[in-house]
């Protein structure tokens, strides 16, 4: 097995020996064991890309994980503390296309295969005051400048401290710094850089750096200003103004987002120029769920994202193929029903289409991106299968740049996932 975090790691260092001193302390931090929860979630995973042009390798895996999460309560002392730790640990079921890399095992490119098995583990101090709560060590953050990735194996996990309040009416006070990423297909932790598609000329961060306000204007109307920094790398503002409203039993949703890259510091990669504008409306009556928008990149430079495919969903039209590139215009729509209006709960349904086109690319014309994807997923709402869930996810992609067969890399994604959620 392999199995390795990384000594450098000073942000888990420092939570790890916190969580060693509480437990120490005896008795002065016993309470903090009285509300503690834990769950073992177990995820089999099998995905396979097959891709149309016979000059690419299809690649894929089909592997088991578990993950062990521990959260405690809070001590009842004035500045209240708690610690979470978190466990993972995945195996590889067989040799399909183990010789090359999915982007979901570890690839060791000095053997030319998959590892057979990765973990990662993390711990995390958290410390709260009022409506305000401080974590250090391992983070998983869902923030419109960093998220976290669950859509594979194991999850992301980031090193770094997070501070967030709300102890102000209507407002979410957020800031923090993140200096070291752990990816979904990785079992060490290393410093942030820019995502390129390439291990060649990578270039390092000291961190990321960020604040961000949310604030509700009144119970139909939310806001948000974001801004981030990957020292030396980019520099990242984003604004979400958002308008929610019901028309009889039907909820509407309108949402604009924008977000505005460009160089930092030292600009390790040379000059970012990016801007991305979004609208989507969601509409939702019943057990039906309709959303459809439209996003536009402007600049000569592709959305900027953190390598180890950290992914960005709050751009609209997020998704496999990431629509990300420079110039390019989407539109999407998103289709999802729910089977309790037929007497099924726990299963659901999602049709999605979105169609990128406009893309600059140096040399090319009449470039165009489109990505299909349905799944349909299963959850036991009850009894003793309760949290037992099975998910088919079906991808189909036609990617085109400039005329000619080639030219493109369309692919066929096929995911099988069965989980279980055991708590305690």
């Known amino acids: 097995m392999v199995f390795k975090v990384k000594p450098k790691v000073s942000f888990n260092k420092i939570s790890l020996l916190c969580m060693l001193g509480l437990v120490g302390a005896g008795n002065a931090y016993a309470d903090f064991i009285d509300d503690y929860k834990g769950s073992i979630y177990l995820r089999n995973f099998y995905v396979e890309r097959d891709f149309e042009n016979p000059a690419s390798s299809d690649i894929g895996s089909w592997s088991q994980a578990a993950t062990l999460r521990l959260e405690s309560g809070y001590t009842d002392t004035a500045l209240k503390v708690g610690v979470d730790v978190l466990g993972q640990y995945a195996v590889r079921l067989n040799d399909m296309h183990a010789d090359l890399p999915d982007s979901i095992l570890p690839y060791d490119y000095s053997k030319g295969e998959q590892e057979r098995s990765y973990g990662k583990a993390g711990a995390t101090l958290k410390l709260k005051y009022n409506n305000s709560e401080f974590k250090v060590g391992t983070l998983e953050p869902k923030l419109p400048v960093i998220f976290f990735d669950d859509s594979r194996q194991l999850t992301t996990i980031f090193s770094g401290a997070l501070f967030q309040s709300k102890d102000i009416k209507d407002l979410v006070f957020t800031a923090g710094f993140i200096n070291r990423i752990n990816a979904r297909n990785d079992d060490e932790y290393e410093k942030l850089s820019l995502f390129t598609g390439s291990a060649v000329n990578k270039y390092e961060s000291d961190g990321l750096g960020f604040v961000g306000l949310d604030y509700n204007f009144t119970p139909s109307v939310s806001g948000s200003y974001w801004y981030g920094q990957l020292l030396d790398i980019y520099q990242q503002h984003y604004a979400?103004?958002?308008?929610?409203?019901?028309?009889?039993?039907?909820?509407?949703?309108?949402?604009?987002?924008?977000?505005?890259?460009?160089?930092?510091?030292?600009?390790?990669?040379?000059?970012?120029?990016?801007?991305?504008?979004?609208?989507?409306?969601?509409?939702?009556?019943?057990?039906?769920?309709?959303?459809?928008?439209?996003?536009?990149?402007?600049?000569?430079?592709?959305?900027?994202?953190?390598?180890?495919?950290?992914?960005?969903?709050?751009?609209?039209?997020?998704?496999?193929?990431?629509?990300?590139?420079?110039?390019?215009?989407?539109?999407?729509?998103?289709?999802?029903?729910?089977?309790?209006?037929?007497?099924?709960?726990?299963?659901?349904?999602?049709?999605?289409?979105?169609?990128?086109?406009?893309?600059?690319?140096?040399?090319?014309?009449?470039?165009?991106?489109?990505?299909?994807?349905?799944?349909?997923?299963?959850?036991?709402?009850?009894?003793?299968?309760?949290?037992?869930?099975?998910?088919?996810?079906?991808?189909?992609?036609?990617?085109?740049?400039?005329?000619g067969y080639a030219r493109g890399n369309s692919f066929d994604e096929d995911r099988v996932i069965a989980s279980y959620t055991y708590k305690f």
Do not use: C
């Not at 019943?286 to 536009?296: D, E, F, I, P, Y």
């Not at 430079?301 to 997020?318: K, N």
């Not at 999407?332 to 979105?354: A, E, I, M």
């Open 240 to 403: 979400n103004l958002a308008y929610s409203t019901k028309v009889g039993d039907t909820k509407v949703r309108l949402d604009g987002r924008y977000f505005n890259n460009s160089e930092s510091g030292k600009a390790l990669y040379g000059d970012i120029d990016n801007q991305s504008y979004g609208f989507m409306t969601t509409i939702n009556t019943g057990n039906h769920t309709l959303a459809t928008g439209v996003r536009k990149n402007d600049g000569k430079s592709t959305f900027p994202t953190i390598s180890g495919y950290v992914p960005q969903p709050f751009l609209h039209a997020w998704s496999l193929l990431g629509f990300v590139k420079p110039e390019e215009l989407t539109w999407h729509v998103l289709y999802s029903y729910d089977f309790k209006g037929w007497g099924v709960p726990g299963l659901s349904t999602t049709l999605r289409y979105l169609h990128g086109s406009d893309i600059y690319r140096a040399g090319y014309s009449d470039n165009t991106e489109i990505e299909r994807s349905a799944a349909l997923k299963y959850v036991v709402p009850e009894g003793k299968l309760k949290n037992f869930g099975l998910e088919y996810i079906h991808y189909d992609t036609d990617t085109k740049y400039g005329t």
